[in-house]
């Protein structure tokens, strides 16, 4: 069956959009989607378009030109506007009805698969951003005595030891610049070692009990070296600090 004539764009929501999806009639314009709360529309929500659009100077009070989306979870349709910077393009040249389906080659999960969470973005040009950069979410180290920690998940990683622990990075972000932020809690006596793939002769640290050291790194490809450290404990001899002034 060809699809050439049917709407086929796919947006995904890039933060919470239910203040940015619209129902429409000509006697009250542009309202909330009846039912869509920030539960319903979350981040990371594929919206297929459905062949609706809206035009500024036809449709009263529409300023922009919206397109007709369905929520493929909750099955909810509105409008949105494709060029606000909370959706980004997801895919084209898929029917509405196709379901969006796993992606099963990222992470070492080749038989479960993960949730598809957009493209990556490589280019020789600038990125300019109007808002943050955030990590899509944070890991959990554990606590076992031997860790051997992947850093090339996500930027953002937690610690907490109750006992001496080695801490080995056995996958470094390969790309140069890459900054890693470590959040550590201790119990004041339990020594936190750096092994494999950190910069040589980093020191040990004694987090204080009920106390946090967030530590950044920063990878040259091979290995981990330290940027700077925050709060209390026995701490990395000589650390270079960042002073950030707003």
């Given amino acids: 069956m060809a699809y050439i004539n049917r709407p086929a764009t796919q947006y995904l929501s890039t933060r919470t959009f239910n203040d940015a999806f619209f129902s429409y009639d000509d006697n009250q314009g542009l309202q909330p ?12 929500r594929i919206l297929k378009e459905n062949g609706r659009k809206l035009f500024p100077g036809i ?34 040249k898929s ?4 379901e969006a389906g796993l992606d099963y080659n990222p992470r070492g999960l080749p038989q479960q698969g993960v949730q598809h969470k957009g493209q ?12 943050q950069f955030y990590p899509i979410n944070s890991i959990d180290l554990g606590s076992d005595p031997y860790i051997n920690a992947d850093f090339s998940q996500t930027t953002y990683h937690t610690i907490e030891i109750t006992q001496d622990t080695l801490l080995n990075a056995s996958v470094v972000p390969p790309n140069k610049g890459t900054v890693i932020y470590l959040a550590i809690k201790g119990d004041g006596v339990a020594k936190l070692n750096f092994g ?20 950044e790194f920063i990878s040259d490809g091979n290995r981990l070296e330290t940027l700077s450290q925050t709060s209390a404990g026995v701490i990395i001899s000589n650390p270079i600090y960042q002073v950030v002034s707003f």
């Fill in 33 to 44: 989607v009846l039912g869509a709360n920030g539960p319903q529309c979350p981040a990371g």
């Fill in 59 to 92: 449709n009263p009070t529409v300023k922009t030109i919206m397109v007709g989306v369905i929520d493929s979870v909750t099955r909810l349709s509105g409008f949105i506007d494709p060029n606000c910077a909370i959706f980004t393009l997801f895919a084209t």
């Fill in 95 to 98: 029917a509405p009805e196709h």
């Fill in 120 to 131: 990556s973005v490589y280019t020789l040009g600038d990125v300019v951003a109007g808002g």
């Fill in 196 to 215: 494999n793939n950190f910069a040589q002769n980093l020191p040990f640290i004694v987090p204080d009990s009920n106390q946090k050291i967030t530590i």
